[in-house]
């Protein structure tokens, strides 16, 4: 077992997706239980599917300065650093102590392979045509490159790319590059657009839903996917009430590539671990936000493992319905929502279900409920088996 | 703290005609030219065999050198956190799912998919090994050895365990040639401990330095820009297990120094 961490204050953070951009429009669209997905108008190959679109990206081109980045990831990228005064945030920060004392951790599943794709759409004799000779276009790196140069970090930069974990483990890396005394600041993102590969990849797969996505519901027919940025500022001390990093865990199902373990072993494990990181037990959370995917699988599978550690005093629920699943933006996303819900005292309801899967404990929560939380978890599961799991609390003075 | 120090119980290599660690070590040592062999494949006999004809070749090199690594070091992979680095992941997967959405959308393999996550090898090689532990999967382009590297230390530290630290690459094919430096697929991987141990054959001190406009780093540095190239010159460095520094490319104006401490 891991031992028991300090918390970190989280002095700044915000979102953007198909609910909105910033706090205040996902803080809204939690209270009113207004989800963000509509009909797929992404792909020009018919396919009948909810996504969750942010508007705008296609005529939001970067700032001239950065114009060898612009691809939808990075525009997207750059809508959500610029929002709730998040750039800001992180500038005074590296201005507070040092460009190279702060890291800079991204994560993102597809980063700008939609860029890619679109290349392969003009090939000229077997050849990218040249807007897209551009390497900065064709890396995992690319969100990184990019958030690099919009902000002069000079201290450790890394994607990580987990698939639909990798935002929630940058906390984990963000938090031991400050634990160990090699930075005073994490910069945190997470971004992933809507691109081709994802919505005909996750086709292929048979786990995209026809209609907006219902997670817990037995009638559930698999994901809608989303697109979002999120963003979140680590550093040890923040003011008074300021939201925390209590702990995290992380693992690795051993299983299947794209199936997960059917007694959610690996997501126990990840559990474990925030657990002893924290110093906290399961009747210690008020709420969780789940993975809670609507595919028939993680839902079963994340149900029975909520049903069989927590209390009915915890309550938990998906956001998916409301966001699509954003896969490497999700872990921060979700973050951030989480963090909303302490902060506004609201459980977000699970949208879209009508029958509950019998795997649902009384944990799950469907329709909105008034409540104050104290200690949350955010739960991230990813292809290849891959789980990241974190616990947030509130700062002293709450 | 400003830097960490890490012990290394374990090596891994796999270059295109050059099999394994054994085999690279005084092609490294002697800085002699490296045997090339296109139609060369890794053994990756840690991988089942319906999943080795199954796998791309990135998760066969990937799964390859870190299993040499792990043997070298007698430790159980079923307990290691694992680190997983590519400077541009899998290409050959990336060509053929991009070729496919480009002539028909709707054929997109189910298997090329989810391939096509640059978590694939992790994921491989977390199912063939049983292992539980944290596994990543990380880039920083043209810094990623320096990215993974430093990660992977960090995480030794930080829960003082044993990790495993694998770097990969593919060749570029197809449209990405000319664009992608990635001119040789390779892999290379380390076992590392932040506590010296009886199986530690070398020790590094990496810490970041900014990388100033004039400074000795910056020139050493900057012809590391390509994996396979900075990957060479780290682990040259090992093989000669010598007291010395190698700097590698570590972000936009950053440099990591590395001590190799014999």
Redesign the interface.
Same mark, same amino acid.
């Given at each position: 077992m891991?031992s028991r961490i300090a918390p970190l204050a989280i002095t700044a953070y915000t979102a953007t997706s198909a609910l909105g951009r910033g706090r205040a429009d996902h803080a809204e669209a939690l209270r009113l239980a207004r989800g963000g997905l509509r009909s797929n108008t992404f792909?020009s #190959?018919p396919?009948v599917c909810a996504i969750g679109r942010v508007d705008g990206l296609e005529t939001a081109a970067l700032p001239r300065a950065f114009a060898a980045y612009d691809c939808r990831n990075n525009r997207l990228a750059w809508l959500g650093l610029e929002t709730d005064g998040f750039g800001e945030a992180a500038r005074a920060a590296i201005e507070r102590y040092g460009?190279?004392r702060v890291a800079l951790v991204v994560g993102t599943?597809t980063g700008s392979?939609g860029a890619? *794709?679109e290349?392969?759409?003009g090939?000229e004799d077997?050849? %990218?045509a040249p807007p897209?000779?551009?390497?900065f276009l064709?890396?995992?790196?690319?969100l990184?490159?990019f958030l *690099?140069?919009a902000l002069g970090?000079?201290?450790?930069?890394? #994607?990580?790319?987990?698939?639909c974990s990798s935002s929630a483990?940058v906390f984990?890396?963000g938090e031991?590059?400050i634990?160990?005394?090699?930075v005073d600041a994490a910069i945190l993102a997470g971004v992933d657009s809507l691109c081709?590969?994802v919505? %005909?990849?996750?086709?292929?797969? *048979?786990l995209v839903a026809p209609e907006p996505c219902r997670p817990f519901d037995a009638a559930r027919r698999g994901i809608s996917i989303g697109e979002a940025a999120g963003f979140a500022l680590l550093e040890r001390v923040g003011a008074a009430e300021t939201p925390q990093l209590l702990g995290y865990g *992380?693992?690795?199902?051993?299983?299947?590539?794209?199936t997960p373990h059917p007694q959610g072993?690996?997501a126990r494990?990840a559990l474990a671990d925030t657990f002893a990181r924290a110093g906290l037990a399961p009747r210690d959370v008020d709420y969780i936000n789940l993975h809670g995917t609507a595919t028939i699988k993680n839902d079963e599978v994340e149900a029975a493992v909520v049903a069989d550690l927590f209390p009915s005093t915890t309550r938990a629920s998906s956001t998916k319905g409301h966001t699509g699943h954003t896969l490497g933006a999700a872990g921060i996303l979700e973050a951030v929502l989480t963090l909303l819900a302490m902060r506004d005292d609201c459980v977000p309801g699970t949208l879209n279900g009508a029958t509950p899967d019998p795997a649902c404990g009384p944990q799950i929560a469907f329709a909105n409920e008034e409540r104050a939380i104290g200690v949350a978890l955010s739960h991230s599961f990813?292809?290849?088996?891959?789980n990241c799991t974190l616990a947030f609390g509130h700062g002293a003075a709450h | 703290m400003d830097s960490l120090l890490v012990h290394v119980e374990g090596l891994g290599w796999w270059s295109p005609g050059v099999a394994d660690w054994n085999a690279a070590a005084p092609l490294l040592r002697d800085d002699a030219a490296f045997p090339f062999d296109a139609n060369a494949r890794p053994a990756a006999s840690v991988l089942p065999s319906n999943e080795r004809r199954r796998a791309p070749e990135a998760v066969l090199i990937a799964c390859d050198v870190a299993a040499q690594a792990c043997a070298m070091a007698a430790r159980d992979p079923a307990s290691l956190p694992c680190v997983f680095v590519s400077a541009h992941g899998d290409l050959p997967t990336t060509d053929s799912l991009c070729a496919t959405l480009a002539a028909d959308p709707l054929q997109v393999s189910p298997t090329k998919f989810h391939n096509s996550v640059h978590n694939a090898p992790a994921g491989y090689w977390t199912v063939a090994t049983h292992c539980h532990a944290a596994s990543s999967a990380v880039s920083g382009w043209h810094t990623s050895l320096a990215a993974g590297l430093f990660e992977a230390a960090v995480q030794a530290h930080a829960d003082a365990t044993p990790v495993l630290f694998a770097a990969y690459d593919i060749a570029a094919i197809g449209p990405f040639i000319g664009t992608v430096a990635a001119p040789s697929a390779f892999g290379a991987a380390l076992v590392l401990t932040a506590e010296r141990s009886a199986r530690t054959c070398v020790s590094l001190r990496l810490r970041h330095a900014p990388t100033l406009p004039d400074s000795a780093a910056r020139a050493d540095a900057a012809p590391r820009r390509e994996p396979l190239l900075a990957t060479h010159a780290l682990f040259a460095a090992l093989a000669r297990a010598k007291d010395g520094e190698v700097h590698l490319p570590s972000g936009a104006s950053s440099t990591l120094i590395i001590e190799v401490c014999a």
């Open positions: 891991p792909t #190959t396919l460009a190279d599943s392979i890619t *794709e290349a392969y759409l090939l077997g050849r %990218f897209f000779r551009n390497p064709h890396t995992p790196h690319s990184g490159l *690099e140069a970090t000079r201290g450790p930069c890394l #994607t990580i790319a987990t698939a483990k984990a890396q031991r590059l634990r160990l005394g090699l081709g590969s919505l %005909f990849g996750f086709n292929a797969l *048979e *992380e693992s690795s199902d051993a299983y299947h590539m794209s072993l690996g494990l990813g292809f290849g088996g891959n | -």
